[in-house]
C-alpha cells in the first residue's frame, strides 16, 4: 500500500470533497430553507465524510486513521439517509437522488477498501517511522 504524503493525495478524500460540493450545490435550492435543519444535517454529513479522512490520516497511526475512517463511513451513511428524507420531501428528484446515492455509497465502498488496505500493509503509521 502507497503511503499518502498529504491527505489530499487519498482518492476518497478527493470524491468525498465533490460530494460535499455536490451537497452544498443541491441545499441552495429555495424549498432547502423551508427546512435548514436537513440542509444543514446534509452539509454536516458530507463535509464530516471528507473532514474525518483527513483528520485520521493526520494523527499518523495506522490504528487512529482506521478509526477515522469508520467515522467517516458512518457520516457517509448518514448522508444517505439525508438523501432519503430530501427524496421523500421532493427537495430532490428521483434522478438527482440516484446520482447522490450511487457517489456516496461508492465512497462507502472506497472507504470500506482503504480500511482493509491498511490494515493489510503491516505497518502502524508514519508517526512510528524512524
Known amino acids: 500500500m502507497a503511503i499518502f504524503k498529504k491527505f489530499e493525495d487519498i482518492l476518497v478524500w478527493q470524491k468525498a470533497?465533490?460530494?460535499?460540493?455536490?451537497i452544498d450545490t443541491i441545499t441552495?435550492?429555495?424549498?432547502?430553507?423551508?427546512?435548514?435543519?436537513?440542509?444543514?444535517?446534509?452539509?454536516?454529513s458530507s463535509?464530516?465524510?471528507m473532514d474525518n479522512i483527513a483528520e485520521g490520516h493526520g494523527r499518523g497511526g495506522n490504528k487512529e486513521f482506521i478509526q477515522y475512517l469508520w467515522?467517516?463511513?458512518?457520516?457517509?451513511?448518514e448522508l444517505k439517509s439525508q438523501l432519503y428524507r430530501s427524496l421523500d420531501?421532493?427537495?430532490?428528484?428521483e434522478s438527482e437522488?440516484?446520482?447522490?446515492?450511487a457517489n456516496a455509497d461508492e465512497i462507502g465502498r472506497m472507504i470500506n477498501g482503504l480500511i482493509k488496505a491498511i490494515k493489510n500493509s503491516g505497518r502502524r503509521g508514519t508517526k512510528y517511522d524512524n
Open 17 to 22: 470533497r465533490t460530494q460535499a460540493d455536490d
Open 28 to 44: 441552495k435550492k429555495k424549498c432547502f430553507y423551508d427546512d435548514s435543519r436537513l440542509k444543514n444535517q446534509m452539509l454536516g
Open 47 to 49: 463535509g464530516s465524510v
Open 71 to 77: 467515522i467517516s463511513n458512518g457520516s457517509d451513511a
Open 89 to 93: 420531501k421532493k427537495f430532490i428528484s
Open 97 to 101: 437522488f440516484k446520482n447522490l446515492y
